[in-house]
Each structure stands twice: as C-alpha cells, then as structure tokens.
C-alpha cells in the first residue's frame, strides 16, 4: 500500500564522489554553530525522521556490504529547507511543468458550487518509497550532538522534499492513485486528477453531505496508496475535521484558512483581501515591522519613493482571480506612468506622481 520510485538521473550515480569528509566537516561546524535551544529542537526534528520512517540508521553490516552508489547529504540549521541546494539536485531532471493543474481553473472550481472543501495531504513526499540506491545517494551523518564519538550513518527513505523531482514524482504518485481506484470511485479519481495542487486538494460540491461522502472516499483511496490527509474543511464551518465522517471536537477553530494564497473565512464562505503597504527591511523573507495603517499614511510612506518600492507594493497584492482590479489597475497606470517618464529604477517620483499614488493607496489599506 505504498509506492517506490526510482529517481530521474541525469547521470550515473556511479560518478557521484565519496564525499563523506566534506559532510563531518559540514556536521561538526552545524554542531559548533548550533545555540542550546536550536540543538533540542534539531535533535527532535532528526528523531521526528527516523520515527516516521523517512529515515533509518543503517547498521555496521550494511556499511561494509554496500558497494553500489554512494553520496552524502549537508544538512544544515537553515529556516527553508528548499535553500539549501547539493549536488545531488544537478545529477537530477525536474519534471515536466504539466504535472500542475492550472490554478485559476482550480480556483473557479472552488467557487463553483455551494459547499467549498479544503484539505491537504499531510508530508505529501514524504509518502512515497525511494529504491535503495536513492537511499544511499542520501547518506547523512548524525550523532545526537555527542561530539565525542563518531557519527552514525543514515538514509533517507522517502522521496525528499528539498530534491528537484521531488514535486513531479509524488504528484505523479497521486495521479497513478487515481488511475488505479478510477472504476470504483470514479468522482475521487477525477477530484485527484483535476482539484489537487501539488498538496492541496480544493473543490466544491452541492450539499454539506455530497462533501462529506466525497471526502470520506477520497481519504480511504489516498490511504490505500500510503497517504494521509490531515484534516477536512468545508464551507458553513469553522472548525477543521480529521475524520470528513466526523464533526470535529478537539481541533483548533479557524477562523482564517489559506487556500492556495488566498485568505478564505469557511463559517461565512467569504473570501477577502487585506492590501497592505509595508516599507521595511526584510528578514528571512518576513517584513521585520506592522504594515502601515490609514492613520499612519502619508507620514509613514518614505521620504524618497522610487520607482522600486512603489513596484514593490504594488505587486506584492496576491488576486489570481482578478477581483482586485478596480483597485491593482490604477496603481498600475501610476506605475506605467513612471516608464513614461523614463525614471530610473531608484530615482525619486515626482511631487505630483507621489501624491497621486499615495491618495490611491490610501483608499484600499
């Protein structure tokens, strides 16, 4: 009740080097950088691994008897695990783009109907098997931060989520799911096929009880294949099920749910935007201040506005649907004023150009 997948080389892993120093110079420096709360939490994370299959130990005899295709991973204490690249990922090909539905046909069709459901497949990659030369091309060493001993070796078993095929491969395996089960649940295999994006599964059905039915079958065929589902959400409620059969009872309410990007309220079935304006710096990707309010416009807009941040701002406004455009196209002909008047990208607009886009901007904070 699983699937195993070879991966997709680009080369003959038996050119991959042993690279086994340059990771235990790569552990010990993870070691010596870790703080002593950082170091609880990345132990738990590996056991976490090892706990739930996507890892295991490899004992002393299979470290002699292996012979075949070797290579050891760096893991490194970083926030976004898609940051860190290896060599591992230019040895592999990505995938052909048609694995994705398209986005706003899924969208649409989470408004189309009156009940909306929303879920996702819980460690989606991590669902699917890898072959055992896969495992062992994703060697890595730990040794619980006891710097006084060798290392362990371990593998990865599982598809892993920072590999480049990794998207490909498990949205492939949901495919394969619903081709397998198609004649027995016909409507799940065309909601696996048509409504899922990568992790994501977004539809919408009649009735209250038609999602609940549909949720139902579709969570026993992904089971049957090795995945999971981690919990339901349909509209007119505001607390998420784990069993779609089920109300649910000791899960948190929410109030706000992200489906896709966009921000959904499911007890009212609304969905709604927040336009924000935000000038400071960044961090890890995350605006280190509070967006400005109306109150706080225009004193708190930047003394130089250029040609970047108003870009930056205006931009940033996630609408796949369009239903902004009332309010994105006029920023967008102050912008396209800018091209007009052939401004450098950090050169200061003009008086009259700053207030207009100030005033737009301040009717939709």
């Known amino acids: 009740q699983c699937w195993i997948t070879k991966y997709p080389w680009l080369i003959d892993p038996n050119c991959l080097p042993n690279d086994y120093s340059n990771e235990y110079a790569t552990l010990c420096s993870t070691e010596r950088t870790l703080s002593k709360d950082e170091t609880k939490v990345y132990n738990e994370q590996i056991q976490d691994m090892v ?147 990568v992790d994501d599964i977004v539809d919408s059905v009649s009735d209250l009880k038609a999602a609940e039915d549909l949720a139902k079958d579709t969570a026993a065929v992904l089971a049957r294949a090795g995945f999971k589902v981690k919990s339901w959400l349909f509209s007119s409620e505001s607390i998420p099920r ?65 040609r970047r941040k108003v870009l930056e701002q205006t931009m940033k406004i996630y609408d796949p649907m369009g239903i902004l455009s009332p309010f994105t196209l006029q920023a967008k002909c102050l912008l396209r004023e800018t091209w007009t008047l052939k401004l450098g990208w950090d050169e200061e607009l003009s008086s009259d150009l700053r207030s207009k886009w100030i005033s737009d901007r301040k009717s939709v904070v």
């Open 51 to 197: 706990q739930c299959g996507v890892a295991r130990q490899l004992s002393h005899q299979e470290l002699k008897d292996w012979t075949r295709p070797k290579f050891y991973l760096s893991h490194l204490a970083v926030s976004n695990p898609k940051s860190a690249s290896n060599l591992i990922n230019t040895s592999l090909a990505k995938g052909p783009d048609r694995y994705l539905n398209n986005l706003l046909g899924i969208i649409l069709r989470w408004r189309e109907n009156y009940t909306a459901i929303q879920a996702d497949i819980r460690k989606m990659h991590n669902s699917v098997f890898i072959e055992e030369v896969e495992q062992h091309c994703h060697r890595f060493l730990w040794r619980d931060l006891e710097t006084d001993r060798q290392p362990d070796e371990y593998i990865i078993t599982r598809v892993n989520m920072g590999d480049r095929p990794a998207a490909a491969i498990s949205t492939e395996a949901i495919y394969m799911t619903a081709k397998l089960f198609e004649g027995m649940y016909p409507r799940v295999a065309e909601l696996l096929r048509s409504s899922t994006y």
């Open 242 to 306: 784990v069993d779609p059969s089920q109300p649910a009872s000791d899960t948190k309410e929410t109030s706000v749910s992200k489906v896709l990007g966009i921000s959904w309220k499911p007890q009212s079935d609304k969905i709604f935007f927040k336009p924000s304006l935000n000038f400071s710096k960044k961090r890890r990707g995350v605006y280190t201040e509070e967006g400005l309010t109306q109150e706080s416009i225009p004193a708190s807009i930047p003394e130089k506005l250029t």
